[in-house]
């Protein structure tokens, strides 16, 4: 069975990958970050004997790798853990509508494309591109395998989680054709247009324009059908609604004071409970109820199962209401520029 190198390396290199080699495999203290750490032993030799990567070649390439400090001050302090009140108007912008408008047009041949092969609406699919990167202006600036490495080695409450999509990275990196030494994302590993870890990049990313490889780093045809694909393998509804407001009328009820995102009860289950929507829907759909703490006091919503399949994406009800706010507002947008 042949065994697979990350990318191409001098006989100089070669040598010192080998004395790394050595440094490694007898425990001792490297000058590297991770070399000599027990977690990256394990790894190096699932890759080795599952991937049938070379050994050398790894050594090598994490003899550069880093711990990010900045990335852990990142993740203790995400936005999703600010009120709707600050962390709406972070992304429902005028000017992110207006950008959400041109990038519809430059590529509305594609998204009307995209749109009738999955059935997912080009403003939601703008939107998820608008809130990751700002329709690609900002695709983050972290070496992937520096944040990776970082959380999955030194930040406990998720490393398991991290460690693996650090391994993801180094399979996609040889199935993608990426140089995993210089390939950047977000703090948390994302990549490309519509930010996707790795495992989403392998398992949901496709290749939309036939070009032999799956790119979301420069491609917006593979982007963009990407974010449709994503959200119909995880039950997306064609024309389903997707949130609806509410009122709360059982203002005592403890069930109603921290809802997880999950669908469990149905509409007319919550309504009898208090938790009543303000329009028509069908009563036996599942939904989340939603408390806000918005701008001018309390809001309440009930997510359907579209939203449900938007906090997939990233699992915040902030997100996906965020997701789906700049969806409408530019939709409405693009509605008035047609009248």
């Given at each position: 069975?042949?065994?697979?190198?990350?990318?191409?390396?001098?006989?100089?290199k070669?040598?010192?990958?080998?004395?790394?080699?050595?440094?490694?495999?007898?425990?001792?203290?490297?000058?590297?970050?991770?070399?000599?750490?027990?977690?990256?032993?394990?790894?190096?030799?699932?890759?080795?004997?599952?991937?049938?990567?070379?050994?050398?070649?790894?050594?090598?390439?994490?003899?550069?790798?880093?711990?990010?400090?900045?990335?852990?001050?990142?993740?203790?302090?995400?936005?999703?853990?600010?009120?709707?009140?600050?962390?709406?108007?972070?992304?429902?912008?005028?000017?992110?509508?207006?950008?959400?408008?041109?990038?519809?047009?430059?590529?509305?041949?594609?998204?009307?494309?995209?749109?009738?092969?999955?059935g997912?609406?080009?403003e939601?699919?703008?939107?998820?591109?608008?809130?990751?990167?700002?329709?690609?202006?900002?695709?983050g600036?972290?070496?992937?395998?520096?944040?990776?490495?970082?959380?999955?080695?030194?930040?406990?409450?998720?490393?398991?989680?991290?460690?693996?999509?650090?391994?993801?990275?180094?399979?996609?990196?040889?199935?993608?054709?990426?140089?995993?030494?210089?390939?950047?994302?977000?703090?948390?590993?994302?990549?490309?247009?519509?930010?996707?870890?790795?495992?989403?990049?392998?398992n949901?990313?496709?290749?939309?324009?036939?070009?032999?490889?799956?790119?979301?780093?420069?491609?917006?045809?593979?982007?963009i059908?990407?974010?449709a694909?994503?959200?119909?393998?995880?039950?997306?509804?064609?024309?389903?609604?997707?949130?609806?407001?509410?009122?709360h009328t059982?203002?005592?009820?403890?069930?109603?004071?921290?809802?997880?995102?999950?669908?469990?009860?149905?509409?007319?289950?919550?309504?009898?409970?208090?938790?009543?929507?303000?329009?028509?829907?069908?009563?036996?759909?599942?939904?989340?109820?939603?408390?806000?703490?918005?701008?001018?006091?309390?809001?309440?919503?009930?997510?359907?199962?579209?939203?449900?399949v938007?906090?997939?994406?990233?699992?915040?009800?902030?997100y996906?209401?965020?997701?789906?706010?700049?969806?409408?507002?530019?939709?409405?947008?693009?509605?008035?520029?047609r009248?």
């Open positions: 069975m042949p065994t697979y190198t990350l990318f191409q390396v001098s006989s100089l070669r040598v010192l990958a080998f004395l790394a080699l050595i440094l490694l495999t007898a425990n001792t203290v490297s000058a590297a970050d991770y070399l000599n750490r027990r977690e990256f032993i394990q790894l190096v030799n699932e890759l080795e004997r599952e991937e049938q990567f070379d050994r050398q070649s790894l050594v090598y390439l994490f003899s550069d790798v880093k711990r990010q400090n900045s990335i852990i001050t990142a993740m203790n302090r995400p936005a999703e853990a600010k009120p709707w009140r600050d962390y709406r108007p972070i992304f429902i912008t005028s000017t992110r509508i207006d950008q959400g408008l041109v990038f519809w047009k430059e590529n509305e041949a594609l998204l009307k494309q995209v749109e009738l092969s999955y997912v609406p080009a939601i699919i703008i939107a998820i591109i608008g809130v990751e990167t700002q329709y690609g202006r900002n695709k600036s972290y070496r992937v395998i520096d944040a990776l490495a970082t959380l999955g080695f030194d930040y406990p409450k998720r490393s398991t989680f991290f460690r693996n999509e650090l391994k993801q990275f180094l399979i996609l990196s040889r199935e993608a054709g990426l140089d995993p030494a210089k390939a950047t994302g977000s703090y948390a590993g994302a990549m490309g247009f519509p930010q996707f870890i790795p495992s989403s990049y392998r949901y990313a496709v290749d939309y324009n036939k070009d032999g490889r799956t790119d979301l780093i420069n491609s917006k045809e593979d982007s059908a990407s974010v694909n994503y959200f119909v393998k995880h039950g997306w509804q064609h024309n389903g609604p997707i949130v609806t407001p509410a009122r059982n203002q005592t009820a403890d069930m109603f004071n921290a809802h997880p995102l999950e669908l469990k009860l149905s509409v007319a289950e919550l309504a009898a409970k208090g938790f009543a929507s303000n329009v028509r829907v069908d009563p036996n759909q599942k939904a989340i109820p939603l408390t806000f703490e918005g701008a001018q006091g309390r809001e309440y919503w009930l997510g359907l199962n579209n939203f449900y938007i906090t997939r994406y990233n699992h915040s009800s902030l996906a209401m965020a997701v789906f706010q700049l969806s409408e507002e530019i939709r409405k947008a693009k509605q008035k520029q009248t």
